[in-house]
């Protein structure tokens, strides 16, 4: 297994490591940290008619199975959209998947998308919150207003827009990468899942910005 070439980044005497499976290990937590995920999306739209390869979700699954026995992570926290939308056939890969960790903590912080009944979730020994305050870090799905990030109670962790960088090549050509986007109080993650769009996003000259390559995570000076 290829494992690419990760990144240490330390905020607020934490120990993170960037992954280019675009999540976060937290050392200190035993704990892996990803952002929309939207398993279940490509059976949404295969419902809807619109031919799109079943493997995909299966591999976003294969990829965290991955992180999971690389890492040896005590829990995994999921920042909202772990799953796209009404539950589909997707939903028992998940469950089969789960049966495989059964020891391992799962939380979620509900997104917009997380519209399944806390029933299903529960039964799975998966726990729900709207927000979770984890050692400094404070967990959300949707990034803040600088107005509420002066009243969060930690550092904030979130995901739902699915950042981006643009980088301009000499010749002008341009790509956008997705990446970690970490401002003064609030780092906003990079959407797991294969089969998300991603936004280039506006950033101040004080962010720390890393870009996710195929392979490697690349800080942008």
């Known amino acids: 297994m290829n494992t690419g070439t990760a990144v240490d980044f330390t905020l607020l005497g934490q120990d993170l490591l960037l992954l280019p499976q675009k999540a976060i290990y937290w050392k200190q937590e035993k704990a892996l940290i990803a952002a929309d995920v939207h398993l279940g999306k490509v059976g949404h739209f295969r419902k809807a008619g619109i031919a799109i390869p079943r493997d995909m979700e299966q591999n976003d699954l294969a990829v965290l199975s991955d992180l999971i026995y690389q890492h040896q992570p005590e829990k995994i926290i999921f920042l909202g959209d772990f799953f796209h939308s009404d539950m589909n056939t997707d939903w028992d890969w998940f469950i089969l998947w789960r049966s495989q960790f059964p020891k391992l903590e799962i939380i979620l912080i509900r ?26 870090f404070l967990m959300l799905h949707h990034p803040q207003t600088d107005a509420d990030l002066q009243q969060a109670a930690g550092y904030v962790f979130c995901g739902h827009i699915h950042p981006g960088v643009r980088l301009v090549g000499k010749g002008r050509q341009q790509i956008t990468l997705p990446c970690f986007a970490f401002a003064a109080k609030q780092v906003v993650l990079p959407s797991f899942g294969k089969f998300t769009g991603k936004v280039a996003i506006r950033s101040n000259k004080t962010d720390r910005i890393f870009a996710v390559l195929q392979d490697k995570v690349l800080a942008i000076d």
């Open 111 to 136: 997104g917009n998308h997380d519209i399944i009944a806390d029933r299903h979730y529960l039964k799975l020994n998966i726990q729900l919150h709207h927000e979770l305050l984890v050692g400094p």
